[in-house]
């Protein structure tokens, strides 16, 4: 099994970036797509966003318009760019391996990393 590395989280004041990256080997040769979800303490893991094999990407309501996903398939690693961060983004960030194929969706090959940790201060 592969465990996805997730980084680049950190402490941030309200209107700054992250570059978030989760690294997993095997991405593009499975024919997987990425999601990225966070949770926030005592809260629910949320869907953020998502980026399929095709490129096609969509994003939760709250985060459009200014977070970005993207993918460099050669070292395959999934990317959130993510611009003008607000406190109530403020969670632990997780990706996670999406797609049709089984080993994609399933937790067979890729298993769910550590997370990395996103704090806005106001």
């Known amino acids: 099994r592969v465990q996805l590395v997730e980084s680049g989280g950190g402490s941030v004041q309200a209107g700054g970036s992250l570059r978030l990256s989760c690294a997993a080997p095997g991405l593009t040769s499975n024919r997987c797509g990425m999601n990225w979800f966070r949770q926030a303490a005592g809260k629910q893991r949320e869907w953020v966003s998502r980026i399929s094999t095709d490129g096609t990407t969509s994003y939760v309501d709250s985060v459009q318009g200014r977070f970005t996903i993207s993918k460099d398939e050669a070292k395959d690693t999934v990317y959130l760019q993510m611009n003008s961060l607000k406190p109530e983004d403020t969670a632990m960030y997780f990706c996670?391996?999406?797609?049709?194929?089984?080993?994609?969706?399933?937790?067979?090959?890729?298993?769910w990393g550590q997370g990395t940790q996103v704090t806005v201060s106001s």
């Open positions: 996670k391996t999406t797609g049709i194929e089984p080993i994609c969706y399933s937790n067979d090959l890729y298993d």
